[in-house]
């Protein structure tokens, strides 16, 4: 489990960290805001433990990088401060939920490619992907933050415009049920359930019966 507090941090969101023995090759980074801890926090324990069993590192933020900016951006530099401490990062949504703790995210990690992720039917989606620690990967996330984007899917229009715009950017899009699947085309041992799109009733309801319904980790 995470710390009874998150650390505070001088220049930026209080932070709950877990960082194993040696240098982590992957690390992971979540992040919820207050309004939504009453729900999002035990999936956020969830996604430390899954860190803890795997030894990979886990981020997760409990406020928002800017109050000029609808909360969804965040995630660009709370990515972009821990990339160069690891091969790879996956970042995960809030709403997305661990449903296979046995699951081996190393496996997706494929060195041919600077960003691995996922599209629905509105495009590519932001709420689970990876990304490779190297020039042209920051070059990305500060290209995307830099978009004048104000529509409903704020980041994510920002990202797939920095995908145009950097043409040397590698990226691989995985069959969604990979690492996003929603809630009408997740199946067991499917690694993550991300209610995406969902009322915020209807959003809690569905994360708590994936959770409780999760098959227990192998021993």
């Known amino acids: 489990m995470p710390a009874a507090a998150p650390v ?15 240098r982590a090759a992957l690390g992971v980074v979540t992040l919820w805001s ?9 999936h956020a324990q969830d996604k430390h433990a899954f860190c803890r069993r795997h030894g990979h590192a886990f981020y997760g933020y409990t406020e928002v990088f800017t109050d000029g900016r609808a909360p969804h951006w965040s995630k660009i530099p709370a990515v972009e401060r821990h990339l160069a401490d690891h091969d790879w990062l996956y970042w995960i949504d809030a709403d997305a939920a661990f449903t296979n703790l046995d699951f081996d995210l190393r496996a997706l990690c494929d060195d041919e490619y600077d960003f691995i992720v996922t599209h629905d039917e509105l495009g590519l989606n932001s709420g689970s992907f990876l990304i490779r620690d190297n020039d ?38 995985l069959e ?9 085309e997740h199946r067991p041992g499917d690694f993550i359930f991300h209610a995406a799109g969902q ?21």
Do not use: C
């Open 8 to 22: 505070a941090q001088p220049d930026g969101p209080p932070l709950w960290s877990y960082r194993p023995p040696g």
């Open 34 to 42: 207050p309004e939504i801890e009453s729900w999002a926090l035990p």
């Open 136 to 173: 042209t990967t920051r070059r990305f996330l500060r290209l995307a933050w830099a978009q004048n984007v104000t529509d409903l899917f704020y980041e994510q229009t920002a990202m797939a415009r920095a995908i145009a715009l950097l043409p040397e950017l590698r990226v691989k899009v």
């Open 176 to 184: 969604k049920r990979v690492m996003n699947s929603f809630w009408n």
């Open 199 to 219: 009322p915020t009733d209807a959003k809690i309801d569905l994360l708590d019966a994936f959770r409780r319904h999760r098959p227990a980790p192998v021993e």
